[in-house]
């Protein structure tokens, strides 16, 4: 069983940069040729994919937030990371780690979703 689990700060103030961590259990980030993706839901919006890192560890981002985002991974402890640099209330979302990339049915596997709320 395929299980995934984002931690990180449920609060960021505005201009500060949001940093979440997935960690995987069941499965491992260089399993070919699965895809690792971060999805956000802003407050009374759609899913919002953010971006993804392959199992070959190239990434791919939404171009609406390609200059704000990175993602990354530890293969050793199995985790990938979601960093989003001068964040705004904008970004406020519930931000879920899944495996897959693409249209919504594509994944198989999500994390119970982590809250963030940007604000001073």
């Known amino acids: 069983q395929v299980q995934l689990r984002e931690s990180g700060p449920g609060l960021v103030k505005p201009s500060q940069t949001l940093s979440l961590t997935c960690n995987v259990s069941g499965d491992s980030l260089t399993t070919k040729y699965y895809y690792w993706s971060w999805i956000r839901q802003p407050p009374e919006k759609g899913l919002e994919w953010v971006g993804a890192i392959a199992h070959s560890g190239g990434t791919s981002y939404n171009p609406a937030l390609r200059r704000r985002t990175s993602i990354s991974r530890d293969t050793s402890k199995n985790q990938f990371t979601l960093q989003v640099t001068s964040v705004t209330p904008e970004d406020t979302a519930v931000y879920y780690c899944?495996?897959?990339?693409?249209?919504?049915?594509?994944?198989?596997?999500w994390g119970q979703g982590a809250q963030v709320i940007v604000s001073s």
């Open positions: 899944a495996r897959g990339v693409g249209d919504v049915s594509n994944y198989d596997y």
